[in-house]
């Protein structure tokens, strides 16, 4: 079983619509959770830290449920500019910091 | 505000010629850096992190080493490139805080032909 697991998609969905992906990790010894942005041919970049109480920034929601061991993010009102690939990441410690990135969610938003 | 860096942004090799990409980070000073590599259609794959000057630990035994003779400065090469040796190369360097969140550099595209 992968460290962290997600739904590679690709997700179609038209402008404006709401989707939402989810990630597992199958270590309780996590401590962080991120979701990261990349879009083709560059750089993965923080989009956002997950945070216990589940958190929010404009039209990204994020959710931690430890107990399942799994984290969401729920992306509203779809922008085109939003296609891209969504990484899941999981922070370990384990007396060092090991970060395990998902093999990423692609979506395209469509007009 | 920190930055890294990475050149070149892009390498066309051929197969069995020496490598060296470099990764700096400006504006943070004793950083942990990572390098990964993302072949096409794939997810990290992690191969060197440094905690300091001359710390290089490996994760993936193969023909690439790393070296970090400053501070602010890790460098990944190679001997002679394999056709298996071309993707995107990441440089990351991990922010100490309640997260640890980690920051990449813009990459370096290599082909092996």
């Known amino acids: 079983r992968k460290e962290v697991e997600q739904d590679p998609g690709p997700f179609n969905v038209p402008e404006g619509a709401t989707v939402a992906f989810n990630c597992t990790y199958s270590?309780?010894?996590?401590?962080?959770f991120f979701w990261y942005r990349q879009d083709c041919r560059k750089e993965p970049k923080l989009l956002m830290s997950?945070?216990?109480s589940g958190n929010e920034d404009g039209r990204f929601t994020a959710q931690l449920n430890r107990a399942s061991q799994y984290i969401s993010l729920l992306i509203r009102d779809s922008k085109l500019s939003d296609s891209a690939t969504y990484l899941c990441?999981?922070?370990?410690?384990?007396?060092?910091?090991?970060?395990?990135f998902g093999a990423g969610t692609r979506l395209f938003v469509k007009a | 505000s920190q930055t890294i860096h990475q050149w070149p942004a892009t390498l066309v090799q051929p197969v069995g010629s020496p490598l060296s990409l470099e990764c700096t980070v400006e504006g943070t000073s004793n950083p942990n850096l990572y390098w990964y590599r993302q072949a096409a259609g794939r997810g990290l794959q992690l191969l060197f992190y440094?905690?300091?000057?001359?710390?290089i630990s490996s994760e993936v035994p193969q023909n690439l080493s790393a070296s970090r003779p400053q501070d602010r400065q890790f460098i990944l090469s190679s001997k002679k490139l394999l056709l298996s040796d071309s993707g995107f190369y990441l440089c990351?360097?991990?922010?100490?805080?309640?997260?640890?969140?980690?920051?990449f550099g813009p990459g370096t595209r290599l082909t092996v032909l």
């Open positions: 270590n309780s010894a996590s401590q962080s």
């Open positions: 997950v945070y216990s």
């Open positions: 990441v999981v922070i370990l410690n384990t007396g060092g910091f090991k970060t395990i």
């Open positions: 990351a360097w991990r922010r100490t805080s309640r997260y640890n969140e980690q920051f």
């Open positions: 440094s905690v300091g000057i001359g710390q």
